[in-house]
């Protein structure tokens, strides 16, 4: 299959398929119909991690990448290294380059991310959205871990969502799941997870613009906690 239109009649029956099929039967009829046009995105939060644990059970060629901010804990960076020796698996790597980041600073300053809404959206894209558009390059179909479950501004979410251009699509297969549901199945399958979530943290991105969360606090307001909860996404999925 060529390129994924949202809302063409062919996606909207695949979409109706996948809504009620498992998790990983949604992984594995995107990964039949697409592959190796298809790549996990990977975070290397419990979702991302459960998700390329069903992936690789699937098909081990499959691809999965991840985008090195360089911001990120060390933790992560940790976890990232247990989940590819635990899966014996090759995790493609994409960051800014050193022109991006000497861009960013020359616009904006070093560190200024906390300064406006804008300040830190354009650190974000220069170090998130430049390097995923790269990685992103020639796919049809782009598995995200995303849950309604994670916050205001997915609460509409579905199973298939449009990406950037009309010939990208995303698939959410654990959209509808609840993070019980995503903890007991690690658990299950034994899949080692970022440490920090042991010290309260409950969405992990880069070391700066992250902490734990207290109790009551939602899943996300650990993300860039001096900005109002609507603001809330770095842009790769919006």
Not at 53 to 78: G, Q, V, Y
Not at 107 to 116: I, K, L, Q, V
Not at 152 to 179: E, H, Q
């Amino acid at each position: 299959m060529k390129g994924v239109h949202i809302g063409s009649p062919s996606t909207k029956n695949l979409e109706k398929d996948l809504l009620s099929l498992s998790a990983e039967a949604r992984i594995k009829k995107i990964l039949t119909l697409y592959h190796p046009k298809v790549s996990l995105a990977c975070s290397f939060s419990k979702e991302d991690l459960l998700i390329a644990d069903m992936i690789l059970n699937i098909n081990p060629e499959a691809r999965i990448f991840a985008i090195d901010t360089l911001k990120l804990p060390k933790e992560t960076l940790e976890c990232a290294e247990d989940f590819s020796i635990h899966s014996n698996c090759t995790i493609e790597w994409y960051k800014p380059t050193t022109g991006e980041v000497e861009q960013l600073v020359k616009e904006w300053g070093e560190d200024t991310y906390r300064d406006s809404i804008e300040a830190r959206k354009a650190c974000c894209n220069a170090r998130k959205l430049q390097p995923l558009s790269r990685a992103i390059e020639g796919l049809d179909i782009w598995i995200t871990g995303l849950r309604r479950g994670q916050g205001d501004t997915r609460t509409t979410l579905s199973v298939f969502t449009p990406a950037s251009g009309n010939d990208l699509a995303k698939l959410n297969p654990l959209f509808d799941w609840t993070i019980e549901e995503v903890d007991a199945e690690i658990k299950k399958r034994n899949i080692p997870i970022n440490t920090l979530y042991e010290s309260g943290y409950t969405s992990i991105g880069c070391d700066p613009c992250t902490k734990a969360v207290s109790s009551g606090e939602g899943i996300r307001d650990g993300r860039w906690w001096w900005e109002n909860s609507d603001t809330k996404e770095c842009g790769l999925h919006q």
